[in-house]
């Protein structure tokens, strides 16, 4: 595969004011009992999931999926850390380098729909570094008022371009923009 058909995509799911976690770092807020007549039904994830080649996550994110139980199958996964963390499945490896080598060199080379699905942080470097090429953001009906936002001082404007709203009949919503480059 080449780099001009690989793209790094930026998952997140966040409330309406843009956290992501509650102060206490709890998640249990994603659940949805909202409803929206007009909306489309849910995708079929099973099959969406096999679309994605790759996932890239934080160290927090990674301990959080091992805690709710791993849902991204045997999907190779790349976890950014600097710390020693369990490796409890074959697909996982553990990367503490420069981000540029790890997506141009080892990434974008073997894969072509990357996903890096947490956290903040990583996200704003992804975004600064221009490694991401679209941000797929879900809002839940919901204002948290505090806690972890998604974009916090990210310290540059970023131009984007909608490719596509999608509004849910459980509610949420997802705005797909791809990331302009400069």
């Known amino acids: 595969m080449t780099t001009d058909t690989s793209k790094v995509t930026i998952h997140m799911v966040a409330s309406l004011d843009g956290f992501i976690e509650k102060k206490d770092r709890s998640i249990s807020w994603m659940e949805t009992s909202d409803s929206y007549a007009k909306g489309v039904a849910d995708v079929d994830v099973e099959a969406f999931l096999k ?3 790759c996932y890239v996550m934080g160290s927090r994110t990674y301990e959080l999926a091992l805690k709710l ?12 850390t600097h710390r020693d963390l369990p490796v409890v499945r074959e697909t ?4 503490s380098g420069d981000l540029n080598k ?3 060199n080892r990434l974008k080379p073997n894969y072509r729909n990357i996903w890096l699905i947490g956290g903040a942080m990583l996200a704003k470097d992804f975004i600064r570094l221009q490694l991401a090429d679209d941000i797929r953001l879900t809002i839940i009906p919901i204002i948290l008022g505090d806690g972890t936002l998604f974009f916090d001082y990210i310290g540059q404007e970023q131009v984007l371009h909608l490719k ?3 509004a849910y009949k459980n509610g949420l919503v997802e705005l797909w923009y791809e990331i302009k480059k400069e």
């Open 69 to 80: 139980g791993w849902v991204y199958g045997d999907t190779p996964t790349f976890v950014l």
């Open 92 to 95: 996982v490896e553990f990367y």
């Open 102 to 104: 790890l997506v141009n």
């Open 164 to 166: 596509d709203v999608t």
């Open 51 to 53: 679309t994605i080649d």
